[in-house]
């Protein structure tokens, strides 16, 4: 049984671009929630997915959007990058309402 | 709205020494407890879970949490803390009924186990 791999692991941007993150969820898992961590901060819940359609979106701007495929790996996409993106983005997955299994994150930098 | 605060942004500690990880939350509605674990540069792990039932809830590595809902508190306690239990902890409350799978986390406590 393979556990949630995230992909990149580390990656720098500028201001102003796009970044395309990626998520495998756990076997099994139908659920994917993305959170962001930034330094020295406890993890805040971005969005989820069920089943490919968004379930419930935190407090972060549209330029945030995410997807989940057929096979229930994910995307998180954030546009027009500002320096307060930099943070660890955790991706985790669940069987709809069970433990959530999380990755090891991609650490974004914004310069 | 839910919060959660962790009374104690960095606790420092003794090998061999017990320890208690203080977590207060709040919620208008039932509410499912965590305690999360993160080493340096490394995701987050499940220590134990508070869902129902008994309050004193028995996790990995030795770790235990009591439900207290009266004072609206988790605490996470360990009767004696090795070296390799230096990390971040994280208390986190879900929200019964709410989107599945959204956590509402704290900031975080730093355990520093010393020789």
């Known amino acids: 049984e393979t556990g949630v791999t995230q992909s990149p692991t580390h990656l720098i941007k500028t201001r102003g671009q796009q970044v395309t993150l990626r998520c495998s969820s756990q076997s099994g898992h139908n659920t994917v929630s993305w959170y962001q961590q930034a330094l020295g901060q406890g993890p805040q819940f971005i969005f989820q997915y069920y089943r490919e359609e968004e379930n419930g979106r935190g407090n972060f701007p549209p330029r945030f959007s995410g997807l989940q495929f057929p096979n229930y790996s994910s995307e998180l996409n954030v546009n027009a990058l500002e320096l307060d993106d930099s943070a660890l983005y955790l991706c985790?997955?669940?069987?709809?309402?069970?433990?959530?299994?999380f990755g090891e994150g991609s650490r974004l930098t914004v310069l | 709205a839910q919060s959660v605060t962790q009374l104690d942004s960095q606790v420092p500690v003794f090998e061999e020494a017990p320890v208690e990880l203080r977590c207060n939350y709040s919620s208008s509605v039932s509410v499912y407890l965590f305690w999360y674990v993160q080493y340096p540069n490394q995701g987050l792990q499940l220590l134990l879970k508070?869902?129902?039932?008994?309050?004193l809830v028995k996790g990995i590595n030795g770790f235990e949490a009591e439900f207290n809902k009266s004072q609206t508190s988790f605490h996470l306690r360990k009767p004696s803390v090795h070296i390799s239990d230096t990390a971040e902890y994280f208390c986190?409350?879900?929200?019964?009924?709410?989107?599945?799978?959204?956590?509402?986390f704290g900031r975080g406590t730093q355990l520093t186990v010393w020789p």
């Open positions: 986190a409350v879900g929200v019964g009924g709410s989107t599945l799978g959204r956590l509402y």
């Open positions: 985790a997955s669940s069987l709809a309402a069970g433990e959530l299994f």
């Open positions: 508070y869902l129902s039932g008994s309050t």
